[in-house]
């Protein structure tokens, strides 16, 4: 029986003014640059692991403008104008677009395609590879780093950074900047999963809000709710 990866695409439809793609397009090619998974990008957003993921595949058409500017934030964007194309003349009529995700063995290629329904056929708009975030080429260094990350939250509890609610972003930016080197986000994420599994004093919960989830210490939750 082969084992030989079997390469999958998937097409998602979506009829919208020219503008929302142009935004879609950079929004993706902001993303890719930073070498963030869909998922690290809703993680730091504060939002579930599959917000950005349904955003890309157009199953989620409007955000609020909060959500927008925590992102902005997240993919380093100064200003909201390199998201679109200034300068351009831009249709306000509404098209079909194709999205067409293809799944390689090392790599995603987004491939979206205007269709012109009159001339039965479809247009190019963009082409993007990305690389495969569910494969890690760098086992080893990541484990070292989950194992320095680990040590490090466990001095930061200890210390009372989490007896308030802190944002996911935040706590990047500090272990950013405490370890002296950038911290992949989905190697924060395991070691936050493994203090939110645990039952004593270190235990950290989730909780969840209007604008996104924010961590806290367990005790410091409970006793903020009996206030």
Do not use: W
């Amino acid at each position: 029986m082969s084992n030989k990866f079997k390469p999958s695409t998937k097409v998602y439809k979506r009829k919208c003014q020219e503008i929302e793609i142009l935004i879609f397009y950079r929004m993706i090619l902001h993303r890719i640059s930073r070498h963030l998974s869909p998922e690290e990008v809703s993680f730091l957003m504060g939002k579930p692991l599959d917000f950005m993921t349904k955003i890309e595949t157009f199953r989620i058409k409007q955000i609020f403008m909060h959500d927008v500017f925590v992102m902005n934030d997240v993919l380093a964007i100064n200003n909201l104008d390199t998201m679109v194309h200034v300068g351009v003349n831009i249709s306000s009529a509404e098209k079909r677009y194709e999205l067409h995700m293809t799944k390689l063995a090392d790599r995603v290629i987004y491939q979206l395609y205007k269709v012109d329904e009159e001339q039965d056929q479809r247009v190019t708009e963009f082409k993007i590879i990305d690389i495969r975030h569910d494969i890690d080429p760098y086992e080893s260094s990541t484990a070292d780093e989950v194992e320095k990350i680990a040590v490090f939250l466990e001095e930061t509890i200890d210390a009372g950074y989490f007896n308030e609610e802190i944002q996911p972003d935040e706590v990047h930016k500090l272990c950013c900047e405490k370890l002296e080197s950038y911290v992949r986000p989905k190697n924060l994420m395991k070691v936050l999963d493994d203090l939110l599994s645990l039952s004593g004093e270190r235990k950290i919960v989730r909780k969840e809000t209007g604008y996104g989830f924010r961590y806290i210490l367990a005790t410091c939750e409970k006793s903020t709710e009996k206030k």
